[in-house]
């Protein structure tokens, strides 16, 4: 079955510091990978995504991601994390937008929390 | 602001009511896809619409459910008899059309129901 893991339900880091947040997949042909963040009374807002190509995707906020198809993983990084970070991170794996459109996995999402 | 609104925002109702729920995507958008979050989980998705066509639903949508697009616009996701299971923040997002379509959806803040 479809899946995505994130093993991570919280995460604490200083600002400053260096983060990464982990997802995993389970999916049976070439996934789409995407990360969303939601933050308190906003929406999901799209961090970039990965459909081919490069597997070292950038995304907006400093964020990026690397698609390692031999570890079925997609992870976030950021070099230096800010206060304004603090938010719930989801990792989403779709199915080729030739074919079924929005279906959309979502993993159950990481809380960051950032110490000052 | 132009972005997916979704109305009302929150709903307290009793078990056994019926609720509705109002979704008015980005206005350009030809696709729009419900989704539903409980704590401490991901959204998952319940159904996607192509202008006013329900192309695809999930099992999670039971009887109880009904979601419709009758013009292609605006979206309305009916729960009737509700239980307390039904508790959760509802997603509606959208998305553009063809060649503008990039993979990300676009979400609105939510509609929570708290069914007593």
């Known amino acids: 079955a479809q899946s995505v893991t994130q093993p991570d339900i919280h995460i604490t880091v200083s600002e400053g510091a260096s983060l990464e947040l982990r997802c995993n997949y389970s999916y049976g042909a070439t996934p789409y990978l995407f990360w969303y963040v939601q933050s308190p009374g906003q929406g999901l807002q799209l961090l970039l995504k990965y459909f081919s190509g490069d597997t070292l995707v950038q995304g907006i906020k400093g964020f990026e991601a690397e698609f390692k198809r031999s570890q079925s993983s997609f992870n976030l990084r950021k070099p230096s994390v800010h206060w304004s970070d603090a938010a719930e991170y989801f990792c989403a794996v779709g199915p080729d937008y030739g074919g079924s459109q929005g279906n959309l996995i979502f993993g159950k999402g990481t809380k960051l929390s950032v110490k000052p | 602001d132009t972005g997916v609104s979704q109305n009302p925002r929150h709903k307290i109702t009793k078990r056994g009511q019926n609720v509705t729920f109002r979704c008015d995507p980005i206005s350009e958008h030809n696709r729009l896809y419900w989704y539903r979050q409980t704590l401490g989980q991901g959204p998952e998705f319940l159904t996607y619409f192509q202008n006013e066509a329900q192309l695809e639903k999930s099992r999670l949508l039971s009887d109880r459910f009904s979601a419709e697009r009758p013009k292609g616009s605006f979206s309305t996701l009916e729960i009737q008899r509700t239980e307390q299971g039904d508790s959760a923040m509802y997603l509606c997002?959208?998305?553009?059309?063809?060649?503008?379509?990039?993979?990300?959806?676009?979400f609105g803040e939510g509609s929570r129901l708290t069914v007593l």
């Open positions: 997002a959208s998305s553009p059309p063809g060649q503008m379509n990039t993979g990300e959806l676009f």
